[in-house]
């Protein structure tokens, strides 16, 4: 495999492993696109090339990326290590002293080839896809949000949801305890503006690091993983280090004192949000290198889940997890849950370790819901071995436990408006000294080429 220092480094790297499908046939943006990336990451874990969209007069006919990062397996070429390694990369990754910060890139990046300003501004012309059924219309949701501390300087990067409100308008979502929104109440005391660019289309280290909670520039992160610097570039309309491999740049800035409702746009939860009056994003330059690809993200589906909840948390747990038990083996968020379950995988020396093991997950981040813990004779990635488990070795009167009035995430549909509910732990662990059944039934996987004609 080639260096990732891109997209499309990483594009040759998943056609290199059989993981990339490209979609010659033409797709509407509205809906369509987003019907068959969804079905290439759960049949197949498989990223998309979109090659030709529907004609949609005066749109950039621009190819259009889904589904980078939307699996073990694909996490793990994001990463350039094994699928088992992927939280010890992650780890080490995420520790502050390991971080790599960026560089001033030696030349001008490709995405400042073309650039529009002005009165040429039209961000209906953009490829945008409306993803949802019930989404409130196009949303950027793959593009990589590049902003400044005022007051430090430091870098920052976050996701942060976009709906195009008008022809050089973008509703802008953000959070109340996320850091773009510290920096935006610094510039709101001032009666200033916050400056903001987007970078689309992007190496998937740069991706994973925006989906972290950090103290410091998210960009180390992605250095950490590269083991190099990211190449930085200053804005065109802003004072912002932007990488500089990326495909398009939008930049612009939040005014002060404008809201404006967005939304609503399937959520991480597996239901649609609610419309949010939120700041806007008022636009002041759209670049792009020649022929550049969009790169999109299927919101409240796997990639969604993917990078926000699973590889930043799943270090977390396990060194919470771990602390209680070094027997612990295996640990993973599966995006299956949105982000609400884990799965531990234990070698259990004592009957009690499985519920002591849940509860340390419980207590290494609010979200998490419900804790399965099995054995390593169970493959923690594969959903049906774990139903499996549930199914053959929980005694439901003997093997779960109730956290009642627990603290949990405000928008786990499950959940009180405070986020408060109940958490269930789960011991799938097998007992023989209930019933001993001996070994499980296995057979090994073969090459099957072997045994076929060619």
């Keep these: 495999m080639g260096k990732i220092n891109d997209l499309r480094s990483f594009m040759s790297v998943l056609e290199q492993e059989s993981r990339l499908t490209k979609v010659d046939h033409p797709v509407d943006l509205v809906h369509e696109l987003a019907n068959v990336a969804a079905t290439l990451a759960r049949m197949q874990g498989h990223g998309a090339l979109f090659q030709k969209q529907k004609a949609t007069e005066g749109n950039f006919p ?34 502050l002293k390991n971080g790599i910060q960026p560089k001033r890139a030696e030349q001008e990046p490709a995405w400042k080839e073309n650039v529009i300003t002005g009165s ?27 902003t400044k ?36 109440k610094v510039m709101q005391a001032k009666g200033e503006s916050l400056p903001v660019a987007v970078a689309i289309g992007l190496d998937p280290a740069i991706m994973i690091a925006a989906g972290a909670r950090y103290d410091g520039d998210e960009l180390a992160i992605a250095g950490a993983i590269r083991g190099e610097p990211i190449p930085v570039t200053r804005g065109v309309t802003v004072d912002i280090d ?33 419309l949010w009056e939120s700041p806007i994003f008022e636009v002041t330059a759209i670049c792009y290198r020649n022929e550049p690809i969009f790169q999109t993200i299927v919101p409240g589906w796997d990639e969604h889940i993917y990078i926000g ?51 340390a997950a419980f207590t290494a981040h609010v979200n998490i819901k419900q804790v399965i813990v099995v054995d390593p004779d169970v493959n923690i990635y ?5 139903s499996w488990a549930l199914t053959n070795r929980v005694d439901w009167s003997k093997d779960i ?37 001996g070994d499980r039934i296995r057979y090994p996987m073969v090459d099957i080429n072997q045994y076929t004609k060619k």
């Design 382 to 386: 594969d959903p049906a071995d774990v």
């Design 242 to 274: 932007i990488p500089a491999n990326a495909e398009i740049v939008i930049e612009g800035y939040l005014p002060p004192d404008i809201r404006q409702a967005e939304g609503p746009l399937a959520e991480f939860h597996g239901y649609y949000g609610e």
């Design 309 to 359: 909840n699973v590889l930043p948390r799943e270090p977390l747990l396990l060194r919470f997890v771990k602390h209680v038990s070094q027997n612990v083996t295996g640990l993973h968020i599966p995006p299956y849950g949105n982000g609400f379950s884990a799965i531990v995988q234990i070698r259990k020396s004592n009957p009690g370790e499985p519920y002591n093991a849940a509860m």
């Design 149 to 184: 501390d005022p007051v430090s300087g430091r870098g920052n990067l976050s996701y942060n949801r976009m709906q195009v409100l008008g022809e050089h308008t973008f509703g802008f979502n953000v959070n109340e305890w996320r850091h773009v929104m510290q920096f935006y």
């Design 120 to 146: 040429e501004i039209n961000l209906h012309k953009l490829p945008i896809p409306t993803h949802g059924l019930h989404d409130g219309g196009p949303f950027i949701t793959g593009g990589v949000i590049v």
């Design 62 to 95: 621009w190819p259009i990326f889904a589904n980078a990062v939307i699996s073990p397996d694909t996490a793990a070429l994001a990463l350039e290590c094994k699928k088992e390694d992927i939280i010890q990369k992650m780890n080490f990754a995420l520790d």
């Design 401 to 437: 436990f109730l956290v009642e009035g627990a603290q949990g995430h405000e928008m786990d549909p499950t959940a009180d408006i405070r986020g408060v509910h109940t958490k269930i732990g789960i011991d799938a662990t097998y007992k023989p000294e209930r019933r001993n059944y």
